[in-house]
């Protein structure tokens, strides 16, 4: 019977004292039954957790591990989830440095996407149960940490095959990545898509999604395994974007030499000016990332009546959109996300933030980087 009690209430948050025979939601961080005790000691939390902490704007050297109180569900909303690993995006570099539009105040700690297990609910919680493996994203506090707290709205469920690591690398990439091609980009069933930088976190998720809705996709990564990666996951034509020319290759490959209709482009101060020369009539170049200015010829804007847009984070409803589309592709298995063969832990956070824009060892080239927490 105690065995068969444990299993009952991890698995379904259970209670004896219902009766009446309806399910019971998530267990309540702060409520009050028969088995308060017993389950503090099946879901222990600690007090304080090993935490990544930002003091002050900088290098990767601001970023240093320190023990902190574990958060807790303060709100009826609020899930508290074990983090397994963390995912480790562009964007924290940024906004690490102080200089980029979202500018959190110090002391914070960095993250957006986690994998992991929750471990406490508010009492509003209906939607996820204790022990559920789930991912987060957009997190009320940050994912480089044991620990992370986030509103219900912000976690989603994950589906058997894919691991906690692999949730890591889902929220701020697939959700980027869709918006890029579906929302500002307006890609169809057939439309010719590059992706231009295809190997990394955004671009492997662009890649499985556009395949996904029938695009005709062409890729591009520097190594011989990132463009054999790309052709496993659909890619119709793949190129080398580090070879001289190449993107002549790229205008050649599209029917008539037309072009291709959409580019999602995640180095735009290095690609933009030459992306203009290879976009069909009508085509859009979506700017996923740039690290500097650039020149582009207007005119090559002018005769194609192409467009150029960027792509940031959308409104609460397409983002609701992204990840029911996201999330349905996770549980059929035409999405399935890849996570780089080098791997962090908190302790080497300063590497990660280093090589996710650097890129130079081969371990960093291929899939998302996450850290195991």
């Given at each position: 019977?105690?065995?068969?009690?444990?299993?009952?209430?991890?698995l379904?948050?259970?209670?004896?004292?219902?009766?009446?025979?309806?399910?019971?939601?998530?267990?309540?961080?702060?409520?009050?039954?028969?088995l308060?005790?017993?389950?503090?000691?099946?879901?222990?939390?600690?007090?304080?957790?090993?935490?990544?902490?930002?003091?002050?704007?900088?290098g990767?050297?601001?970023l240093?591990?320190?023990?902190?109180?574990?958060p807790?569900?303060?709100?009826?909303?609020d899930?508290?989830?074990?983090?397994?690993?963390?995912?480790?995006?562009?964007?924290?570099?940024?906004?690490?440095?102080?200089?980029?539009?979202?500018?959190?105040?110090?002391?914070?700690t960095?993250?957006?996407?986690?994998?992991?297990?929750?471990?406490?609910?508010?009492?509003?919680?209906?939607?996820?149960?204790?022990?559920?493996?789930?991912?987060?994203?957009?997190?009320?506090?940050?994912?480089?940490?044991?620990?992370?707290?986030?509103?219900?709205?912000?976690?989603?469920?994950?589906?058997?095959?894919?691991?906690?690591?692999?949730?890591?690398?889902?929220?701020?990439?697939?959700?980027?990545?869709?918006?890029?091609l579906?929302?500002?980009?307006?890609?169809?069933?057939?439309?010719?898509?590059?992706?231009?930088?295809?190997?990394?976190?955004v671009?492997?998720?662009?890649?499985?999604?556009?395949?996904?809705?029938?695009?005709?996709?062409?890729g591009?990564?520097?190594s011989?395994?990132?463009?054999?990666?790309?052709?496993?996951?659909?890619?119709?034509?793949?190129?080398?974007?580090?070879?001289?020319?190449?993107?002549?290759?790229?205008?050649?490959?599209?029917?008539?030499?037309?072009?291709?209709?959409?580019?999602?482009?995640?180095?735009?101060?290095?690609?933009?000016?030459?992306?203009?020369?290879?976009?069909?009539?009508?085509?859009?170049?979506?700017?996923?990332?740039?690290?500097?200015?650039?020149?582009?010829?207007?005119?090559?804007?002018?005769?194609?009546?192409?467009?150029?847009?960027?792509?940031?984070?959308?409104?609460?409803?397409?983002?609701?959109?992204?990840?029911?589309?996201?999330?349905?592709?996770?549980?059929?298995?035409?999405?399935?996300?890849?996570?780089?063969?080098?791997?962090?832990?908190?302790?080497?956070?300063?590497?990660?933030?280093?090589?996710?824009?650097?890129?130079?060892?081969?371990?960093?080239?291929?899939?998302?980087?996450?850290?195991?927490?």
């Open positions: 019977m105690h065995i068969l009690l444990i299993f009952l209430i991890a379904f948050g259970w209670c004896p004292e219902n009766t009446a025979g309806r399910e019971r939601g998530p267990i309540d961080c702060k409520e009050q039954f028969e308060e005790e017993f389950l503090t000691q099946t879901m222990e939390v600690p007090a304080s957790m090993r935490a990544v902490r930002v003091h002050k704007w900088g990767p050297e601001v240093q591990v320190v023990d902190v109180p574990v807790k569900c303060e709100n009826g909303e899930v508290l989830v074990k983090i397994e690993y963390a995912g480790i995006n562009p964007v924290d570099t940024y906004i690490r440095t102080g200089t980029y539009a979202i500018k959190p105040t110090l002391p914070y960095p993250g957006s996407d986690g994998g992991g297990v929750v471990v406490a609910t508010g009492a509003n919680v209906s939607t996820f149960r204790l022990g559920q493996r789930v991912y987060v994203t957009g997190p009320s506090t940050g994912t480089y940490a044991q620990y992370a707290l986030a509103h219900q709205s912000m976690l989603h469920p994950l589906p058997e095959g894919i691991s906690t690591a692999q949730g890591a690398a889902i929220g701020i990439a697939y959700r980027t990545a869709y918006r890029a579906f929302i500002r980009g307006g890609v169809k069933p057939g439309s010719i898509v590059l992706v231009h930088g295809a190997s990394g976190g671009g492997i998720a662009a890649v499985q999604l556009a395949v996904a809705a029938g695009a005709i996709v062409y591009t990564a520097s011989s395994d990132g463009r054999a990666m790309l052709q496993e996951n659909g890619c119709a034509h793949v190129f080398d974007h580090s070879k001289d020319g190449y993107m002549s290759e790229v205008l050649h490959a599209t029917p008539d030499h037309r072009g291709v209709d959409v580019i999602v482009e995640m180095l735009a101060n290095h690609n933009l000016g030459h992306d203009l020369k290879v976009l069909a009539r009508g085509g859009t170049v979506a700017v996923v990332g740039s690290r500097g200015t650039v020149e582009v010829n207007p005119r090559d804007l002018m005769v194609r009546e192409a467009a150029i847009v960027g792509v940031m984070g959308g409104t609460p409803a397409e983002i609701a959109e992204g990840f029911a589309a996201i999330n349905a592709g996770l549980h059929s298995g035409t999405l399935h996300p890849i996570v780089a063969s080098k791997q962090y832990s908190l302790d080497t956070i300063q590497t990660a933030h280093h090589d996710v824009i650097a890129r130079e060892d081969p371990g960093t080239r291929m899939g998302k980087l996450v850290a195991h927490i």
